[in-house]
């Protein structure tokens, strides 16, 4: 069966400094993947997707990177922590790229606060 | 975009009530999720439900596509059904899902 992993489950990190959270998914192949943010108390907002190794789309402009340097390995990163990047990450996927009717699956999250 | 509106904001119950929460969206779809997450953040899949209904033990969902809504109904509710109910249905290709504000629900013993 298929299972995602995030890591590290809560994070405190000081203005400015860099940031790298961690997705991977095991038992399947090519998925799509995903980042969203969740600030305290709102819904969910995608940050960015991957239909593949090394491609990137990003849904807002923000301080966050991802990349995707294996199938089923996929990195929020930033060089430069900002207050407003505190809120809570997941990381989500769907099997088999390009069908947009299959259901989307998260990982349990992380919490980041930026001090 | 498309737009996803969810009522109501907040719902109080006691154990053992029923309740219907209801999910709006402005533009057709080919699916809708319903999500609970729990008070430790995460996100559980209830219902994956493009149309009609959908029954999971005390949980029910039923979408009416062509009217652009879907209700979730939770039967007997137990204090474990406390958290945030998301529906989120997707828009712009690749399962690109987009988020409803969300239920909070609280069950009291």
């Known amino acids: 069966s298929q299972t995602i992993h995030q890591w590290p489950a809560t994070l405190v990190q000081p203005v400015g400094s860099p940031l790298s959270l961690e997705c991977t998914v095991e038992?399947?192949?090519?998925?799509?993947l995903y980042w969203y943010r969740q600030a305290a108390g709102r819904g969910l907002q995608l940050l960015f997707y991957?239909?593949?190794?090394?491609?990137i789309s990003s849904e807002v402009p923000q301080n966050l990177s991802a990349s995707r340097p294996q199938d089923r390995q996929f990195i929020l990163s930033s060089k430069k922590l900002l207050l407003s990047d505190s809120g809570f990450y997941l990381c989500?996927?769907?099997?088999?790229?390009?069908?947009?009717?299959?259901?989307?699956?998260f990982g349990d999250g992380t919490r980041l606060s930026i001090l | 975009g498309i737009q996803v509106e969810q009522s109501p904001p907040d719902l109080i119950l006691q154990e053992g009530a029923n309740s219907t929460l209801r999910c709006n969206f402005s533009?057709?779809?080919?699916?809708l999720q319903w999500f609970h997450q729990n008070p430790w953040g995460q996100l559980i899949n209830l219902f994956y439900?493009?149309?009609g209904t959908k029954q999971n033990g005390r949980l029910s969902a039923t979408t009416v596509a062509t009217e652009r809504y879907s209700l979730l109904y939770i039967s007997s509710s137990q204090t474990t059904d406390s958290g945030v109910y998301f529906c989120a249905v997707p828009s712009g290709g690749y399962n690109k899902l987009i988020f409803g504000a969300g239920t909070r629900l609280a069950v009291h013993p």
């Open positions: 038992g399947t192949s090519n998925p799509n």
């Open positions: 439900i493009p149309s």
């Open positions: 989500a996927w769907t099997p088999e790229t390009g069908r947009s009717n299959q259901p989307q699956h």
């Open positions: 991957s239909v593949g190794i090394g491609q």
């Open positions: 533009d057709s779809v080919n699916n």
